[in-house]
């Protein structure tokens, strides 16, 4: 069968993650992706969690308590380099949106999130994945979809590939993934 979205942009990440990797998540949110890339990292692996809501973060921590390869950080995903030093990262995952239960006047935005990839994107290894779930049913959504489709539909595909997975014959503005992997160095 079919993946659904949330198991698929998992399945793209957990492909070519291998323990004691470094590997991004971009927007912790509740932590559930955080918690799933510590798994596959592994404890000699590193984690870097990224949100700019401290109850997001509080959230990711009572769910990741036992983990000790994540390093939480108060802060947009666009100041990625400021934190991530010398690091080669193997993945990145991105859920865009809200905080789940959280305040939906506080989303992801294309001002961040494409400098953010473009960044990741530079530091990934060769074969390494950028995964980014795509919540476009708000305002604030649908023009961040459309900024990411324009800006990556641009990239050279000699520098990388990037797919779009997407059910089209679901309601409501139903999520999709964008994966991008990279094929060279740039």
Not at 42 to 70: H, M, P, T
Not at 80 to 95: L, P, S
Not at 152 to 168: E, G, H, M, T
Request: some cysteine.
């Amino acid at each position: 069968m079919l993946k659904r979205i949330l198991p698929q942009a998992k399945f793209f990440a957990q492909e070519v993650i291998k323990q004691g990797d470094t590997v991004i998540d971009a927007t912790c949110g509740n932590g559930h992706d955080t918690h799933f890339l510590a798994e596959c990292t592994g404890e000699r692996g590193k984690v870097y969690s990224f949100d700019i809501q401290e109850q997001a973060l509080a959230n990711a921590r009572g769910l990741c308590e036992e983990k000790n390869n994540i390093e939480f950080i108060l802060d947009s995903h666009a100041n990625v380099d400021k934190y991530i030093g010398e690091a080669t990262i193997k993945a990145a995952m991105f859920n865009l949106g809200y905080l789940p239960k959280g305040n939906h006047s506080i989303t992801t935005s294309h001002v961040s999130t494409l400098p953010a990839i473009d960044k990741i994107f530079n530091r990934l290894e060769v074969g390494g994945r950028i995964v980014i779930v795509v919540y476009h049913g708000h305002p604030a959504g649908k023009t961040e979809r459309d900024c990411l489709l324009d800006f990556l539909s641009k990239w050279p595909q000699k520098d990388a590939q990037v797919l779009n997975y997407q059910f089209i014959n679901q309601k409501n503005d139903a999520p999709f993934i964008i994966c991008i992997e990279k094929n060279r160095h740039t």
